[in-house]
């Protein structure tokens, strides 16, 4: 009983923590994608805590093939590097946000949301690619 109560939690904040990240001004994850993204948190600390109780890593190891195989197929449609980046960064970090989840890891979890939030937010500015200057009608 007190391990499904467990896992009910670990689903409910890996899918918190998605939603954290799409809250601001300028979000690190679109809010029109946030229920795709939180489905992937929750989907990924589903199969973290199945593996844990399996003993095996290759159900979590599977997990990071796949997001490599849509990362490299999402690299060869742009040509952009910096707009490549930064559609196949959240991705990642929901991924890795899902996997502390469902390993227990809460705390890392919030740590890494955090983390996340603010370098993807201004990611733009570490790598000197500015935001255009709106311009206002005359």
Known sequence: MLSAIAFAIKMVLAAAFVVLLSLGKDATVPRDRVGFYALLSVVTAAITAVSQVLNSGML??????????????????????????????????????????????????????????????????????????EQTET
């Open 60 to 133: 979590a190891g599977a997990v990071f093939v796949v997001i490599g195989f849509i990362s490299y197929s999402q690299f060869q449609k742009e040509g952009d590097l910096f707009g490549t980046l930064q559609a196949i960064a959240p991705l990642w970090v929901v991924t890795v946000i899902g996997m502390c989840s469902g390993a227990g890891m809460l705390l890392q979890a919030g740590f890494l949301t955090f983390l996340a939030y603010y370098l993807l937010h201004y990611f733009p500015l570490l790598l000197g690619h500015e935001k255009e200057p």
